[in-house]
């Protein structure tokens, strides 16, 4: 019965940032991996970042690493993810998901929030 509800998606010039959540509901957070992924128009979903049950281990794709950052509050069943020096080519729907271990492959995903960067 667990929900990921993804939010904080919006329009944003070149730049800029966005801190997009990942709010469960139904079930705590505390056990699951949780990943973000994002697929562009025309493209193949691809994964972006991975945090682990604990939040003490993180991973990132090469094309975000350095601007974009995963973090959880699993006292507040959010994962987070911030966004930072967005470029256009960051455009896309995000999801978020809930995987049994560390960047395994998920068992249950949200229904996305566009990240729109464009000036």
């Known amino acids: 019965q667990l929900q990921l509800v993804e939010s904080g998606g919006g329009l944003v010039q070149p730049g800029g940032s966005l801190r997009l959540s990942c709010s469960a509901s139904g079930s705590t957070l505390d056990y699951y991996a949780i990943r973000w992924f994002r697929q562009a128009p025309g493209k193949e979903r691809e994964g972006v970042s991975c945090?682990?049950?604990?939040?003490?281990?993180?991973n990132y794709a090469d094309s975000v690493k350095g601007r974009f950052t995963i973090s959880r509050d699993n006292a507040k069943n959010t994962v987070y993810l911030q966004l930072n020096s967005l470029k256009p080519e960051d455009t896309a729907v995000y999801y978020c998901?809930?995987?049994?271990?560390?960047?395994?492959?998920?068992?249950?995903w949200g229904q996305g929030t566009q990240v729109t960067v464009s000036s």
């Open positions: 998901a809930a995987a049994p271990t560390f960047c395994r492959n998920p068992e249950l």
């Open positions: 945090i682990s049950s604990s939040g003490g281990r993180t």
